[in-house]
């Protein structure tokens, strides 16, 4: 990830645990006319820990590998995302983040496969075209990169 940003360069930030799923669309919305929210993977974290597990600011930080001042500015961007997402109907996806997770085993390169969660059609990933842009031509729901912290194993 490169940073364009003046200052002190961006480290990594402690996650225990990956997503399950990677992408969540409000229903009665086309998807051709949906819009995105993307929070990265360390946001999502800290809402695990504040929202989630209730822990102080400090204590969740501490998790992280952090400062608390960090964490405060993570949560607060992920809440306004998250509150952005469910007011404005936008599907909420989580991708990228500068992280180091203690996740044993975890493959950080999906399979490039695309599926639906649906009704289990595969078809072949194209780089360039994300695979939640595309329908699945048997049941019409939106298709997920198998392996990139899908619940598809």
Partial sequence: MKNNRA????????VEGLPKVTCFMPE???PAKLQNVVLSVDEIEAIRLADMLGLYQADAAEKMMVSRQTFGRIIQSARKKVAEALVEGKTICIEGGNIDHACPGHHTEGENVCVCLYCGFEKPHVDGIPCRTELCPDCQKPLIRKGRYSSVE
Avoid: A, Y
């Fill in 7 to 14: 200052g002190r360069p961006v480290n990594c930030r402690k």
């Fill in 28 to 30: 009665g919305i086309s």
